[in-house]
């Protein structure tokens, strides 16, 4: 069973940047559409969708992040990567990797990303 571990979050001011990695023990290729969400705190367990990537790089992204934030995948290096420029204090959240549609196996336990002045 293919594990997803999550990387790159930390503490970061308003505008600045961050890169996120989703590693893969398995092959992205075969899973299909890969995507990125957040749970923000406070608003219990919803996972908000964030972005997602399909096998052959066609994109979509939520509303709110459209224009600051860019998913890409390495098919070869079992990776998905979300960058996250102009990152503003709402962005603050745990940020997870999965498929498209989501599949509980999947979760892991997510990068904390934390947007202060």
């Known amino acids: 069973q293919v594990q997803l571990v999550e990387s790159g979050g930390g503490l970061v001011q308003p505008g600045g940047s961050l890169r996120l990695s989703c590693a893969a023990s398995?092959?992205?290729?075969?899973?299909?559409?890969m995507g990125w969400y957040r749970q923000v705190p406070g608003k219990g367990d919803q996972r908000e969708f964030v972005a997602h990537i399909s096998r052959n790089n066609w994109v979509n992204y939520a509303d709110s992040v459209k224009g600051r934030f860019t998913i890409s995948r390495d098919n070869a290096q079992n990776t998905v990567y979300l960058q996250m420029n102009n990152l503003k204090p709402e962005d603050t959240a745990v940020y997870y990797c999965?498929?498209?549609?989501?599949?509980?196996?999947?979760w892991g336990q997510g990068t904390q990303v934390t947007v202060s002045s």
């Open positions: 398995g092959s992205i290729f075969s899973i299909g559409t």
């Open positions: 999965n498929k498209i549609p989501p599949a509980t196996q999947y």
